[in-house]
């Protein structure tokens, strides 16, 4: 009897939307199947994660977005320094729109990292998730840093059921290229062991969650070390689970593959802080899955 592979729970809802997802236009104008509320729960004990193996999920380029969001940052500069495109879109149109240039995506990402100028103009994405996690503005005009807030209680107060941060500051949301998707972090430690609950508001099913799983797990992996826990569960929640209806086939070539053995991810040394991690820190092994789609 082959073991159930917790990879299944992934499958199990892509194929529930395909079911049952209502049927929907969306921000984007192409149209959405729609399911809302899930969760899935995946367990890092054994020094396995949940990189999905029924199509090759390019996890450095989250591990890198996730390192990124440390630093507070907001600008996609550096981003594109590391070869990560995926937050060009907003910048860029608004760049066209702006000046009615009829830009290309690549020269305008080659003119972000040539010029510090005209990248500090045109690559800001308002204070989007870095700036909420480390600079969140009080109206008093002081900056909470969440992050910091929570390695602190993770070292000190284990216990304690206020281990949160969140990206959905209200005041600012018009401010920002696009509102936070994963928005509520929430941790809880038990038997040495740090377990990580990251609720998203909404997730394209075939092209987010598997980043965001990665991105998720990599931040679990450094608060876990920098309080000298080891990884426990990974619990997923969404409320607006899509599929885009351009995506449908693409879903169904993905529902017709058997997941294979989980990847297992480590840190390769110990940093200072959780602000010196870098992306040569992070070690995958044993991930061998299907082509990507």
């Known amino acids: 009897r082959a073991m159930y592979h917790p990879e299944q729970q992934y499958l199990d809802l892509m194929q529930s939307i395909?079911?049952?997802?209502?049927?929907?236009?969306?921000?984007?104008?192409?149209?959405?199947?729609?399911?809302?509320?899930?969760?899935?729960?995946?367990?890092?004990r054994d020094g396995t994660v949940p990189i999905l193996t029924t199509k090759r999920v390019y996890w450095k380029t989250a591990v890198k977005e996730m390192l990124w969001f440390l630093t507070g940052g907001t600008n996609i500069r550096p981003l594109l320094a590391q070869n990560v495109r995926i937050w060009t879109d907003w910048p860029l149109d608004r760049y066209r729109k702006a000046t009615g240039e009829a830009i290309?995506?690549?020269?305008?990402?080659?003119?972000?990292?040539?010029?510090?100028?005209?990248?500090?103009?045109?690559?800001?994405?308002?204070?989007?998730?870095?700036?909420?996690?480390?600079?969140?503005?009080?109206?008093?005009?002081?900056?909470?840093?969440?992050?910091?807030?929570?390695?602190?209680?993770?070292?000190?107060?284990?216990?304690?059921?206020?281990?949160?941060?969140?990206?959905?500051?209200?005041?600012?949301?018009?401010?920002?290229?696009?509102?936070?998707c994963h928005m509520v972090y929430q941790f809880h430690v038990a038997q040495g062991r740090l377990n990580c609950l990251m609720f998203q508001r909404s997730v394209d099913l075939l092209l987010g969650a598997p980043f965001n799983y990665?991105?998720?797990?990599?931040?679990?992996?450094?608060?876990?070390?920098?309080?000298?826990?080891?990884?426990?569960?990974?619990?997923?929640?969404?409320?607006?689970?899509?599929?885009?209806?351009?995506?449908?086939?693409?879903?169904?070539?993905?529902?017709?593959?058997?997941?294979?053995?989980?990847?297992?991810m480590r840190l390769t040394r110990h940093p200072a802080s959780i602000d010196d991690y870098r992306i040569e820190d992070f070690s995958v092994e044993d991930y061998h899955p299907h082509a990507a789609i």
Not at 20 to 42: E, Y
Not at 119 to 143: I, N, S
Not at 149 to 173: C, D, K, Q, Y
């Open 18 to 44: 395909l079911d049952s997802g209502d049927r929907r236009i969306d921000r984007t104008g192409v149209g959405t199947l729609s399911l809302f509320g899930a969760m899935a729960r995946f367990s890092l």
């Open 104 to 180: 290309s995506q690549e020269d305008f990402e080659a003119r972000i990292l040539a010029d510090a100028g005209f990248a500090a103009q045109w690559g800001e994405l308002g204070p989007v998730y870095g700036k909420q996690w480390r600079r969140w503005a009080g109206p008093d005009g002081r900056e909470h840093d969440q992050i910091a807030t929570l390695v602190e209680t993770l070292r000190t107060n284990p216990g304690s059921r206020r281990m949160i941060f969140h990206g959905w500051n209200v005041a600012e949301l018009d401010r920002m290229a696009l509102p936070p």
């Open 214 to 264: 990665v991105g998720t797990v990599a931040l679990q992996l450094m608060l876990a070390q920098q309080a000298g826990l080891e990884p426990g569960d990974f619990v997923w929640m969404a409320g607006d689970v899509h599929l885009y209806l351009n995506h449908l086939d693409q879903a169904r070539e993905q529902l017709a593959r058997q997941p294979r053995p989980w990847p297992t």
